[in-house]
C-alpha cells in the first residue's frame, strides 16, 4: 500500500516536472490580428468553393491532381508490398531459427518505420528529379516498415500443420511454399496492403510541399498565395477522396477478412 | 446414387470458378500499370536515379557530429511541441469521447454528428493541418501545437469511445438501480474502467506527435523540421544526416519508454 503511494507521487511529480520544463520553453507571443479573417476565408473557401476549378479542360485541376495523388498512392503501396515479402519472412521468428536473424530482420524494419518519409520524399526528388515518381517511391520505401512487421506477424500466425503434411508426403521446397505458405497468408497480406493503401492516400496528398507530386503542389501554391477558395476546393476533394478510399478499401477489407 | 456411373470421381464437387480472381488480377495490373504510365515511373528512370542516389548517400557519410550542439535546441522544441499537442489534443478528446459512446450517450442526434466531426478530422494528414494553421497564424510553435491537437483529438477520442463501449455494462447497472445522477454514473462507472486505455491511447498517440512533430518544421511549424531545409538548400548533407541519426535516435527512446510504460498500464 505505502509503495503504490510513493508511485503515485512520484508520477505526479514527474508529470508536474515535464510540463513546467515543456510549457516554459514555449514563447507564445499572441495570435496575429489576421487569423480570424484567414480562418473564415478557408470556412467560406470550404462551403462556397471554387468549382471551377474542380475541372479546367487543360492543366493542372482538382480532378487531375487527386487522381495523380492516388496513382502515387497505388504505386507506393505496390512497391511496398512486393519488396517487404523477403522483409517479413527475414524477420518472422518460427521454430528452427535463430533469435539473431528475426531480431536483425526487425531491428531494419523499425528503422525504415522511424525514417520520416517527407524526408525520404526529399532525398527522392534530389535522385530521381521533383515528381510523382519520387513520391511513389518514397512511399513504397517507408511502407516497407510497417508492412513488414505486419506480414511478419502473419507469417508468425501461420499454422505450420498442412507445412508438416506437405513435407511428410514429400513435396519440394517450392510445392512448400506454393500449397501451404501461400494460401495461408495471402488474405492478411492483401488486407494489410490495402490497409497501408488508406493510409499512404493520405501521405500523397502533402507530399507535393516538398515537390514529389499529388495534390499538395497546388495546395502549397494556393496556400502561399492566399487564395483561400482554392485551398477550400482542395481541402474539400482531400476530404472527399480519402472518405471514399476508406469506404471502398474498407469493404474489401471485410470481405477479405 | 448417381446414375450415370459407380466411378466416385463424378460426384465430386465443381471447382469454383476462378474469374474473379483473374478479373481481379486484371484490374489490380491495370490500375499499377496505369499508374505507372502516368506518373512517368519507369524502371530506367529508376536506374538512371540509382547513381545520383548513391552519390547522395556518400556525401550524407560521415555525419556532421559537430552540428548536434546546433540542433539540440531546436530537438527539445520538437519534443514540447509533440508534449503539448498531444496533451491539448488529450483534454479536448475527453468531451468528444463521452458524447460519441453510445452507452453512455442513448441520444442518436449527438452520438452521430460527434462521430462524423471525428472522422473528418481524421482525414486529414497531420502536416496538412500544420500547414494550415501556419497560413493562419503565422510561423512557429503554435500552429504546430495546435496540428498535434486537432490530429491527437481525431485518434484519442475514437479509441476511447471504441473502449468505453465495451466496457463491463455490471457496474453501470448498478449505479443506475441506486440511483446515482449522470456525473456520478460516468465518474464512478465509465471512468475507472477506461482510464487505463485512454492512458495508454495517449502514450501510443505521443509516440505519433513526436514523429509527427519532427518534420512539421518543412512547412513552417517550428521543431527540429525546419533544419531540413537549412541543410538541403546549402547541400549540406553530412548535416541533414547529423539530424536524421538524431530524430531517429530520440524518436526509438521515446517509443521505447512509452511502449514500456503501455505494457505496465494494460
Known amino acids: ?257 | 446414387m448417381n446414375g450415370t456411373g459407380t466411378n466416385g470421381l463424378s460426384r465430386l464437387p465443381k471447382k469454383p470458378s476462378r474469374i474473379k480472381h483473374y478479373l481481379t488480377f486484371v484490374i489490380v495490373l491495370w490500375m499499377v500499370w496505369g499508374s505507372a504510365v502516368q506518373t512517368d515511373s519507369t524502371f530506367k528512370e529508376l536506374f538512371t536515379g540509382l547513381p545520383e542516389m548513391w552519390k547522395l548517400i556518400e556525401e550524407m557519410f560521415p555525419p556532421n557530429w559537430q552540428y548536434f550542439d546546433n540542433i539540440v535546441p531546436a530537438m527539445l522544441e520538437t519534443i514540447r511541441m509533440a508534449i503539448a499537442g498531444t496533451t491539448f489534443g488529450a483534454i479536448i478528446a475527453i468531451p468528444f469521447a463521452v458524447i460519441s459512446a453510445s452507452n453512455i450517450v442513448k441520444t442518436p442526434w449527438i452520438i452521430y454528428p460527434a462521430r462524423f466531426i471525428l472522422n473528418l478530422i481524421r482525414t486529414i494528414p497531420d502536416l496538412l493541418l500544420a500547414a494550415l494553421f501556419v497560413a493562419i497564424f503565422g510561423l512557429g510553435l503554435v500552429p504546430g501545437i495546435l496540428a498535434l491537437a486537432v490530429f491527437s483529438v481525431g485518434l484519442i477520442a475514437k479509441l476511447t469511445y471504441e473502449a468505453a463501449e465495451t466496457i463491463d455494462p455490471g457496474p453501470l447497472e448498478a449505479m443506475t438501480s441506486v440511483g446515482a445522477n449522470k456525473i456520478q454514473w460516468i465518474v464512478f462507472g465509465v471512468v475507472p474502467q477506461v482510464a487505463a486505455h485512454y492512458v495508454s491511447y495517449v502514450l501510443y498517440t505521443f509516440e505519433i506527435n513526436v514523429r509527427a512533430a519532427a518534420v512539421l518544421g518543412l512547412v513552417g511549424a517550428g521543431g527540429i523540421g525546419l533544419y531540413y531545409e537549412k541543410t538541403l538548400g546549402f547541400l549540406e548533407y553530412d548535416k541533414t544526416n547529423s539530424i536524421i541519426l538524431f530524430t531517429l535516435a530520440v524518436v526509438l527512446v521515446i517509443d521505447f519508454i512509452s511502449t514500456k510504460l503501455r505494457e505496465k498500464l494494460l
Not at chain 1, 520544463?21 to 514555449?26: L, M, P, V
Not at chain 1, 511496398?80 to 519472412?89: E, G, H, K, L, T
Not at chain 1, 514429400?170 to 495461408?184: D, E, S
Request: glycine share 10%; net charge positive; proline share 4%.
Open chain 1, 1 to 257: 500500500m505505502k509503495r503504490r503511494i510513493w508511485l503515485r507521487w512520484t508520477i505526479v511529480v514527474a508529470l508536474v516536472l515535464i510540463y513546467v520544463w515543456t510549457f516554459a520553453g514555449i514563447e507564445f507571443n499572441g495570435i496575429k490580428p489576421t487569423a480570424g479573417k484567414i480562418t473564415r476565408s478557408i470556412f467560406e473557401g470550404i462551403f462556397s468553393p471554387d468549382w471551377d476549378y474542380v475541372y479546367l479542360p487543360d492543366g493542372e485541376d482538382l480532378l487531375r491532381g487527386l487522381l495523380e495523388t492516388l496513382q502515387i498512392s497505388i504505386l507506393g503501396s505496390v512497391i511496398s508490398a512486393i519488396v517487404c515479402i523477403p522483409f517479413a519472412f527475414w524477420s518472422a521468428s518460427r521454430k528452427g531459427k535463430s533469435k539473431a536473424a528475426s531480431g536483425s530482420g526487425k531491428f531494419v524494419l523499425s528503422f525504415i518505420r522511424t525514417f520520416p518519409e517527407l524526408v525520404m520524399a526529399i532525398l527522392f526528388t534530389k535522385a530521381v528529379g521533383p515528381g510523382s515518381f519520387a513520391g511513389a517511391l518514397a512511399l513504397g520505401l517507408h511502407s516497407i516498415g510497417m508492412l513488414g512487421k505486419l506480414f511478419a506477424e502473419e507469417v508468425e500466425n501461420m499454422d505450420s500443420g498442412p507445412t508438416e503434411a506437405l513435407v511428410a508426403t514429400g513435396a519440394n521446397r517450392l510445392q512448400v511454399l506454393w500449397f501451404a505458405v501461400i494460401p495461408q497468408v495471402l488474405p492478411g497480406f492483401l488486407s494489410y496492403s490495402l490497409y497501408r493503401f488508406e493510409i499512404n492516400v493520405r501521405s500523397a496528398t502533402i507530399l507535393g510541399f516538398v515537390g514529389a507530386g499529388g495534390i499538395g503542389t497546388p495546395l502549397i501554391f494556393a496556400l502561399s498565395s492566399r487564395s483561400w477558395d482554392r485551398v477550400g476546393i482542395i481541402l474539400l476533394g482531400i476530404i472527399v477522396m480519402v472518405t471514399i478510399i476508406d469506404l471502398i478499401s474498407g469493404y474489401l477489407r471485410r470481405k477479405l477478412a
